[in-house]
């Protein structure tokens, strides 16, 4: 029965479900002690494991109230980017630490044996953040998009009250931290734009400053930019006044000519007319007179005639006396003539020129002669009519080519000044258009800034009075009644199975490691012949009574040990009238 050959051989043979079903009833004790144990020694770890609670609360993100068309806010960073920035600013060592002292989650042996770091870091890990996301369409691109809309904050411990505080805290934390954050974010735009337009607008005073001073330089007047075409019109409206002055003034002179030649052909004095009616020439007519009688006579006469005799003695007797006429003539045309030379040199020379100097000064000389003698006493008093008339005109059209004369040059002068600024306008122009550059560019960085500022300050005041994207706490943290982990049930389901794997892996183990034989194959295979018959066990009344009792220490075991699951479901995991109540309303009976 022990041959060590033949338990080979046997161990070669495949054995059938029944032959694996006899080995389990052959050491279903040792089984079901293996099991047993198992299954114990997890119910004793299931509810023996430390609980753990767990403390949430759930935060709203919500969009601003003011549609993001009228206010922009000037924060532009994602939710879940923001979530984990106030992270890392609360979850400090400092802060982690405050909490752990004011809630005592630490005894004083775990304080002085752990480091800092490491409570904070046992903290951190107990704290967890999850985001809860939802499917939205973008209204910008009309896409759908995943968006964090809320997320949960959660703590877990092993005192449920502390926990809900703790919890509490973590969330009033980081309401706060967000509205700080939002609040001091908009205030740094606000306040830098702010200080932006400051500079900006100390800048335009300075340009503006710099501009004017440009416009007041003596060197810049008529110059600038803006002054270029009204230069330009001035420029050609002298020049046009000029040709017209020069085209009257020669049309004058022609007049002036003409009137002098009329003037010459005039007597200044009239004929007398005398109380007997006849008419008494005057001297200057008789002389024509008389040469014209003497041309007739002469013609008609001899030389010794009587008539012609007298007639001489007469002429020669005016020529005589208009002798200092002829005088007073050539001075007053030595007068026109040097008058008409000074206008000329006007034209061509300035007031301060010697050459005028000089004609002016044998003008002035000439006059005064004229003054000092008797025929200009005598030219003081014509009284011939026509001669005055003409006279009269000779002077008012030498006025006139003096008027226009001098209106010429200073026409000239203008003309010059105005030449001298369109000359310098290129140069005076690049400097204004520089100035004018960075003036414009200033005034447009300080309207965007202006803007911008403006639109700060609407976000800041968005920001101030809680209008824009904030944190909502919708669900505040419960105090916690199930703790999270262990999960007991499972543990208890998984040593359920575990025991009844440990029990097997024991059967099977100690059917290899025993050689007895226990089947009519294994008698067959070991003899070479099969048995004749083969007779059962049967038992006695004392192992009958034995079989009893065991079956009834088993039963009450079992029923024992259901108690004692369901006491620990009871008071480890949820009380045994919320369980069926949960049960009925799962099966729809209440």
């Given at each position: 029965m022990n041959n060590p050959a033949a338990m080979f051989d046997i161990e070669e043979e495949g054995k059938s479900l029944r032959d694996y079903i006899n080995v389990l009833r052959r050491r279903k004790r040792k089984m079901a002690i293996t099991a047993s144990i198992v299954f114990v020694l997890m119910v004793i770890t299931a509810f023996a494991w430390p609980p753990t609670y767990r403390s949430q609360s759930t935060i709203l993100?919500?969009?601003?109230?003011?549609?993001?068309?009228?206010?922009?806010?000037?924060?532009?960073?994602?939710?879940?980017?923001?979530?984990?920035?106030?992270?890392?600013?609360?979850?400090?060592?400092?802060?982690?630490?405050?909490?752990?002292?004011?809630?005592?989650?630490?005894?004083?042996?775990e304080m002085q044996r752990k480091t800092r770091t490491e409570i904070a870091q046992d903290f951190r890990d107990a704290v967890s953040i999850r985001p809860i996301s939802a499917e939205v369409v973008d209204p910008?691109?009309?896409?759908?998009?995943?968006?964090?809309?809320?997320?949960?904050?959660?703590?877990?411990?092993?005192?449920?009250?502390?926990?809900?505080?703790?919890?509490?805290?973590?969330?009033?934390?980081?309401?706060?931290?967000?509205?700080?954050?939002?609040?001091?974010?908009?205030?740094?735009?606000?306040?830098?734009?702010q200080a932006e337009g400051k500079m900006l607008s100390e800048e335009l005073e300075r340009l503006d400053a710099a501009i004017a001073a440009f416009k007041e330089d003596e060197n810049n007047k008529g110059a600038l930019p803006e002054a270029d075409q009204f230069n330009r019109s001035v420029v050609d409206r002298t020049e046009s006044q000029i040709n017209d002055l020069s085209y009257m003034i020669e049309e004058w002179k022609k007049l002036k000519i003409q009137l002098e030649s009329d003037l010459t052909q005039l007597s200044p004095n009239a004929p007398v007319l005398l109380s007997s009616g006849q008419t008494v020439l005057g001297e200057a007519d008789r002389l024509k007179a008389l040469q014209t009688q003497l041309r007739q006579a002469s013609a008609a006469y001899k030389e010794d005639h009587p008539t012609v005799v007298r007639l001489r003695r007469e002429v020669a007797a005016l020529l005589e006396s208009g002798a200092v006429g002829d005088e007073r003539k050539a001075m007053l045309e030595q007068l026109r003539a040097e008058r008409d030379r000074l206008a000329q040199l006007k034209d061509k020379y300035t007031a301060e020129s010697p050459q005028i100097k000089t004609s002016q000064s044998v003008i002035a000389g000439i006059e005064k002669e004229l003054s000092d003698s008797?025929?200009?006493?005598?030219?003081?008093?014509?009284?011939?009519?026509?001669?005055?008339?003409?006279?009269?005109?000779?002077?008012?059209?030498?006025?006139?080519?003096?008027?226009?004369?001098?209106?010429?040059?200073?026409?000239?002068?203008?003309?010059?000044?105005?030449?001298?600024?369109?000359?310098?306008?290129?140069?005076?122009?690049?400097?204004?258009?520089?100035?004018?550059?960075?003036?414009?560019?200033?005034?447009?960085k300080y309207q965007e800034i202006r803007y911008k500022q403006m639109s700060a300050e609407l976000a800041q005041n968005l920001e101030t009075e809680q209008k824009g994207e904030r944190f909502t706490l919708i669900q505040p943290p419960e105090l916690p009644i199930d703790p999270v982990s262990p999960n007991r049930v499972a543990?208890?389901?998984?040593?359920?199975?575990?025991?009844?794997?440990?029990?097997?892996?024991?059967?099977?183990?100690?059917?290899?490691?025993?050689?007895g034989i226990y089947t009519i194959g294994e008698v067959t295979t070991l003899t070479g012949a099969a048995p004749l018959v083969a007779i059962t066990y049967m038992e006695n009344s004392v192992e009958a009574s034995q079989h009893n009792r065991k079956r009834i220490y088993i039963f009450l075991g079992l029923v024992l040990v259901g108690v004692i699951i369901l006491t620990c479901f009871h008071f480890f995991i949820k009380p045994l009238d919320v369980t069926w109540y949960i049960l009925l309303r799962k099966l729809g009976i209440n």
């Open positions: 993100i919500e969009q601003q109230d003011i549609p993001d068309d009228l206010v922009r806010t000037t924060i532009t960073s994602y939710a879940q980017q923001r979530i984990e920035e106030i992270k890392q600013r609360i979850m400090t060592i400092g802060n982690i630490m405050n909490i752990v002292e004011e809630y005592e989650l630490y005894s004083e042996s910008r691109s009309g896409r759908p998009s995943t968006a964090v809309i809320a997320f949960s904050l959660a703590f877990d411990g092993d005192v449920p009250s502390k926990v809900q505080k703790i919890t509490n805290e973590i969330t009033t934390l980081y309401l706060d931290e967000n509205l700080r954050e939002r609040t001091t974010e908009s205030q740094s735009t606000s306040d830098f734009l008797v025929v200009a006493s005598a030219e003081e008093t014509p009284d011939n009519p026509a001669y005055l008339l003409l006279k009269t005109r000779l002077q008012g059209t030498e006025a006139d080519i003096r008027n226009g004369t001098a209106k010429i040059a200073d026409l000239r002068l203008k003309m010059e000044k105005y030449e001298g600024y369109l000359s310098r306008a290129p140069q005076v122009q690049k400097d204004f258009s520089r100035l004018g550059r960075d003036y414009q560019n200033t005034i447009a543990l208890v389901l998984l040593g359920g199975i575990l025991a009844v794997g440990a029990g097997i892996g024991m059967a099977l183990l100690l059917e290899a490691l025993d050689d």
